[in-house]
């Protein structure tokens, strides 16, 4: 009855448009006071604090403030000029342009919905100047950008080792190298999803396959695309290098990354850098505080979810409808699919490990492959209507509405469904790296 109660109410205020903090919140405080009267109330408050009171959870916003500053200090548009340089001569070469340049900002910011606002104000109208509709353009940025929360370091992962880690000791680290290869994957599926458009659209006249390609660059511009992008493609290096050196844990990286990003900024902006600071710590500390609410609303709702059994009565509700893992783990993957498309992942994470969590455990698949599958389910709820933040940020640059854009997404998420499906019966695609590099 109370799991009724808690999830209906919280279904019935998103389904209101009640932002998804709120309706955390508001739901777990109508069972609380159902339940215990004003004195459910008292724990509130401790159980909010101790959420975000943990050290693993200062690499997020150190993390949103490395990737803001790499966005100011015009980080993105030298990796996009060397992606062009590289490869955009070549038939359909700004599709790969802009996977590429998604899973390198990836690298930095840890976000899917700042990778496509990053990368999308470029090469949303690049695409579109090279013939492809606006809908598609913002379809493959909005796609892509879902690649943030997969490729490490991922703020998604970071919330995902947290609540599991109350369950079971499961390592950031190696859920980060759990990612690289899945993240990769989803990054060729959209390539060829992008193809299998531009080929649809050809056979029906709507541009030719030569008509706007771009020069092939010479050497000498390469060279210097190259020069420009390095402090970009460092990044990635410098920060799982150093975590996986052994330099520095996963937080500290974070904080590695500012610092090097103010670095940069100095050599590259000069005195300009102080004039933005203003600027790059407001819009951190928004989007940080915009996570950290969510986060503290959620723990409340799965304080209630693990004290009055609920996780558990869940659990065994699920195991009930088959013994077959296959079965199971498919009806799981349409459970998180479906909820992807309503609600972010971090609220996701924390409404949906404590019930799934056991199940996985009494199947014996790892919890590595668990993290990383249900991280791609919520990468591809990010561009999966109606609620899909990258949807609404690429229509917002490409200038077309939600309905749109939402058409010519359809590709891209059957794409990735199938690279979902390899990653879920096929454990070997996320475990191969930290088992090869005996990441624990």
Known sequence: MIALFLFGAFFVLIFLRVPIALALGISSLIVLVSS????????????????????????????????????????????????????????????LVTVLVAVFFAAISGSGPATVAAIGGILIPAMVKSGYKKETAGALVASSGAVGIIIPPSIAFIVFAVVAGDQIPITINRLFLAGVIPGLLMGVAFIIAAFYVRYREEKKGFFH??????????????????????????????????????????????????????VVGLVVLRGSLFKSMYRIFVDASLQTAVVM????????????????QIARDLSEIILGLSTNPIVILLLINVLLLIAGAFIDAISAYYIFVPILLPIMIFLEVDPTVFGVFMTVNLAIGLFTPPVGLNLYV??????????????????????????LMLITYIPVISTFLPDLLNVK
């Open 394 to 419: 690429a229509a917002g640059i490409s200038g077309t509405n939600i309905i749109e854009i939402s058409k010519g997404v359809l590709p891209f998420v059957i794409a990735s469904i199938i690279v």
């Open 293 to 308: 609410i969510i986060v503290s609303a959620a723990s409340v709702f799965a304080y209630i979810i693990t004290t009055e």
């Open 36 to 95: 215990s009267g004003l004195y459910g109330l008292e724990a509130v408050t401790d159980i909010m604090y101790t959420s975000v009171a943990k050290f693993t959870l200062l690499a997020i916003p150190f993390f949103i403030l490395a990737g803001v500053i790499m966005d100011h200090v015009g980080i993105s548009k030298r990796l996009i000029d060397f992606a062009q340089a590289m490869v955009g001569h070549m038939k359909g070469g700004i599709v």
């Open 209 to 262: 396959a030569d008509d706007h390609k771009m020069e092939k660059a010479t050497g000498k511009e390469r060279l210097d695309a190259f020069v420009k992008a390095l402090p970009g493609l460092f990044i990635p290096v410098i920060i799982l290098g150093g975590i996986y050196g052994g330099f520095f844990t996963p937080t500290e990286a974070a904080v590695v990354a500012v610092v090097y990003g103010l």
